[in-house]
Nanobody
Framework: QVQMTETGGGLVQVGDSLRLACAVSGRTLSRNRMAWFRQAPGKEREFLAVTNWNGPTYSDSVKGRFMVSEDFDKNTAYLQMSSLQPEDTAVYYC????????????????WGQGTQVTVSS
C-alpha cells in the first residue's frame, strides 16, 4: 500500500521561505516521477512541479522561486519554497505520476493528505 505524508506547512510572512517534505512508503521514489500540486480555497488543484529524468519541470507561477529535490535514501521528496506571497496560500500535495499529461491532476495515481501553507501579509 502506497502512503505519502506531507509535512512542513505552516503560517509564514511575505517573503519567507518554507520547505515541505513528502515521505513515501510502499513505493520507491527513485523509480517514479513525483509531482507537487496545490489547491487554494474555491480554486482548482494547480500543478507546480514534476520530476523528470533530465530535471524538474515547473509551472510559470513558481519557476525561480520553488525547487524540488529528492532524498532516495529517505524515500522523501522536498519542495523548497522561497519569496512566498499571499497568493501562495493553499494546501500543498505531493503525488505519484501514473500516465498522461504530467501537468494534469488526473495523471496521478497516489496523493498525500496535503499540508496547509498560509502566507500572511
Amino acid at each position: 500500500q502506497v502512503q505519502m505524508t506531507e509535512t512542513g506547512g505552516g503560517l509564514v510572512q511575505v517573503g519567507d521561505s518554507l520547505r515541505l517534505a513528502c515521505a513515501v512508503s510502499g513505493r520507491t521514489l527513485s523509480r517514479n516521477r513525483m509531482a507537487w500540486f496545490r489547491q487554494a480555497p474555491g480554486k482548482e488543484r494547480e500543478f507546480l512541479a514534476v520530476t523528470n529524468w533530465n530535471g524538474p519541470t515547473y509551472s510559470d507561477s513558481v519557476k525561480g522561486r520553488f525547487m524540488v529535490s529528492e532524498d532516495f535514501d529517505k524515500n522523501t521528496a522536498y519542495l523548497q519554497m522561497s519569496s512566498l506571497q499571499p497568493e501562495d496560500t493553499a494546501v500543498y500535495y505531493c503525488a505519484f505520476y501514473k500516465s498522461g499529461d504530467p501537468q494534469a491532476k488526473q495523471s496521478y495515481a497516489y496523493w498525500g493528505q496535503g499540508t496547509q501553507v498560509t502566507v500572511s501579509s
